[in-house]
């Protein structure tokens, strides 16, 4: 399993940034893939995520509106589209892949990418 982030970078408050996790080594699904986010200090937190169980999307409650998430199947990469883009939105974002469970809490996930840094200055 392989993921690969990319997309981050330095923006100013309200600008706009598009994530990508470019996925390989297993077979790709939308629903196998969530974002996380993780501060300095801070636990990892669920960012967005799809349910295995049922397809529902799960948004964080800090980034539902400005956020979607999207897939590209053949290109087997998942999106993170994120707008209005806050100073607390500063993180380094991961993708990871579902291993041990089917909804879109933390101990669900397993492999990991190496992450993109987004900071978001005021």
């Known amino acids: 399993v392989q993921l690969v982030e990319s997309g981050g970078g330095l923006v100013q408050a309200g600008g706009s940034l598009r994530l990508s996790c470019a996925a390989s080594?297993?077979?790709?699904?939308?629903?196998?893939i969530g974002w996380f986010r993780q501060a300095p200090g801070k636990e990892r937190e669920g960012v967005s995520c799809i349910s295995s169980r049922d397809g529902s999307r799960y948004y964080a409650d800090s980034v539902k509106g400005r956020f979607t998430m999207s897939s590209d199947k053949a290109k087997k990469t998942v999106y993170l589209q994120m707008n209005s883009l806050k100073p607390e939105d500063t993180a380094t974002y991961l993708c990871g892949v579902k291993e041990y469970g089917l909804g879109c809490d933390l101990e669900d996930f397993g492999s990991w990418g190496q992450g993109t840094q987004v900071t978001v200055s005021s």
């Open positions: 080594g297993f077979t790709f699904t939308e629903d196998a």
